[in-house]
């Protein structure tokens, strides 16, 4: 019985844990990787100077370096990587107050894209956030007409300014080419001043006497790297048949989609470069491996269709490529706000989120705005904590009474602890004591729970609470940055200290009972190290989270010591 007993206890108090510490996989270690958006600097090297031995120029009418598939089978990836190709066309510079953007005319594509109001970190002189920086991660279209033999990268011609400045209005330009056979395309580029978004179309006429199929690609580069929750971590994502997709881990093999695609991405942290076709049908997206093994490519086909003579093809398309801001992305339309990812908390999340930023338009800091909701969060459930610390200080009472009796039948059945148990029994269910009553002081931090994970999650994920400093904490969505501890290299922090001593003041104030048999005592005991334990895991947490949490673990001081004069018995 003895060991039944110790058995259920420890059994307990591991669920406890189980659910108290469901998020631990967020504080596994950030894997290292190497620079260049995980390519190896030698190897991109590589592949630029074989390029550049075997360029694809483009620069002659029909000299595609590689057989023009036919449209009825799947278009591979060439063997050279397009990609990798140095810009060798016109180089056009797109300036919004949002964005900086370059547009290179060979292919018309995106090779550069900078966020004004982004830094990489918080120091003064930090570059901005760049979402796409060379050609190794542009993003581009290729059309492919049956017959026909088009360049890989289309080499446009632009007559305009090499800049275009896109201030208090939108601005459109068309990039033009004229191709063998009759073959005009031209792929017309709109920006709008006040969004991060970017609509493109390509319009291909047959000016042939025959009537031609035709269909387009839309190619992405990115990779996908798994850090752990909390981390920059980098994902591929999708919108597929009106469910969202994410892929965390690089993929063994070819994955292949095939149905209503309203959007694609490559997502990290905090920020996300997407494709939305502009299509209602049914289409092919393909994620696969790049040339180098390292990234990858996602391959967007539109269906193919048929230009009668004198006729016109024409798809739109548009980018997005900015910060994971829950509006901007609603506005963008195609259920984009899904990118960002709250977890199973989202419904929650977004309400502290909105509640913080209500907040914040008061106390004009999030620092302040994270005590402010800690202190609402607090008076809302007072009266049950109130009520459960109450019950706990009278069960207290009652078993102080009683523990001569207590003490007495242990000793008297020392050496039968079933018969122990049984009059131990008997005896609270006489004086009206429930030996489980000290368990009742966890049930605030379990319906905290909820609450803390929806706060970790906006604290993670919320591009508002990126770089958001207060005292001498720079940014409430990392971790600390002090100094590191000389010859153990652990990071000095503050705020997870202060959180453990307050976590050891609230529990030492905590009223507890007599232990009402081994199990519940080594329980108890096990307790004692919660606060170690915290500080230990909280160590690499958001110091906005630790914020909240050591503010949570002061009010409770308080409100022990209110209990403690304030309710007799």
């Not at 060379?134 to 446009?156: A, C, H, T």
Request: contains cysteine.
């Amino acid at each position: 019985m003895k060991n039944r007993l110790t058995l259920n206890y420890i059994l307990f108090l591991i669920l406890s844990f189980v659910v108290i510490f469901g998020y631990s996989y967020f504080f596994s270690k950030p894997v290292k990787k190497s620079g260049n958006n995980g390519k190896a600097p030698q190897q991109a090297e590589q592949n630029l100077e074989k390029t550049e031995k075997n360029p694809v120029t483009s620069a002659e009418p029909g000299s595609r370096t590689t057989p023009s598939t036919s449209v009825n089978n799947q278009r591979s990836v060439p063997p050279i990587d397009i990609h990798l190709i140095k810009p060798s066309g016109r180089t056009l510079t797109v300036e919004t107050p949002l964005f900086t953007a370059k547009i290179d005319t060979l292919g018309g594509r995106i090779i550069e894209w900078d966020l004004k109001k982004y830094r990489e970190t918080t120091d003064k002189d930090s570059p901005p956030v760049k979402l796409v920086n060379g050609p190794e991660n542009s993003i581009y279209s290729i059309p492919d007409i049956s017959g026909i033999r088009l360049p890989d990268l289309i080499p446009f011609k632009y007559n305009g300014s090499g800049t275009i400045n896109v201030i208090d209005k939108d601005k459109q330009f068309d990039l033009t080419w004229n191709g063998p056979s009759g073959i005009n395309i031209t792929k017309t580029i709109t920006v709008e001043p006040d969004t991060y978004l970017l609509k493109s179309s390509i319009k291909i006429r047959n000016n042939s006497s025959e009537t031609l199929d035709s269909r387009l690609f839309l190619y992405t580069y990115g990779f996908i790297e798994h850090k752990g929750r909390g981390e920059n971590s980098h994902s591929f994502e999708l919108m597929f048949n009106n469910e969202v997709k994410r892929i965390e881990s690089k993929p063994e093999e070819e994955k292949k989609y095939s149905g209503q695609i309203n959007w694609f991405a490559f997502s990290e942290q905090y920020f996300i470069k997407s494709v939305i076709p502009e299509s209602g049908a049914v289409t092919t997206l393909n994620l696969r491996s790049a040339n180098d093994e390292k990234q990858l490519v996602s391959e967007y086909v539109y269906p193919t269709e048929k230009i009668p003579s004198g006729a016109a093809y024409s798809k739109n398309w548009e980018f997005y490529l900015g910060p994971k801001d829950g509006q901007t992305l609603s506005a963008a339309g195609y259920n984009m706000e899904k990118a960002v990812n709250y977890g199973w908390v989202e419904f929650m999340a977004k309400i502290a989120l909105k509640f913080l930023k209500m907040l914040n338009s008061v106390f004009h800091n999030y620092g302040i705005s994270i005590i402010a909701i800690t202190l609402i969060f607090r008076i809302a459930f007072l009266p049950l904590t109130l009520r459960s610390m109450r019950s706990m200080k009278i069960m207290q009472s009652k078993m102080q009474k009683i523990k001569p009796k207590i003490d007495a039948l242990k000793e008297k059945y020392k050496e039968d602890k079933t018969k122990q148990n049984q009059e131990l029994m008997k005896l609270y269910s006489s004086h009206g004591v429930n030996p489980l009553s000290s368990l009742g002081g966890c049930l605030p931090l379990l319906i905290q729970l909820p609450v803390f994970i929806a706060l970790y999650d906006v604290l993670l994920y919320s591009i508002e609470l990126r770089h958001s400093s207060f005292l001498w904490m720079m940014d409430l969505s990392r971790p600390e940055q002090l100094f590191d501890i000389p010859l153990v290299g652990i990071p000095f922090r503050i705020l997870p200290l202060l959180m453990g001593v307050s976590w050891y003041f609230s529990q030492k104030l905590t009223p507890t009972t007599t232990p009402a048999s081994e199990g519940m005592e080594l329980q108890m005991k096990m307790m004692q190290f919660m606060p170690i334990i915290f500080t230990v895991m909280f160590w690499g947490l958001p110091s906005g989270l630790i914020l909240y949490w050591t503010v949570s673990n002061i009010l409770s001081v308080g409100q022990q010591l209110y209990i403690k004069h304030k309710v007799h018995v």
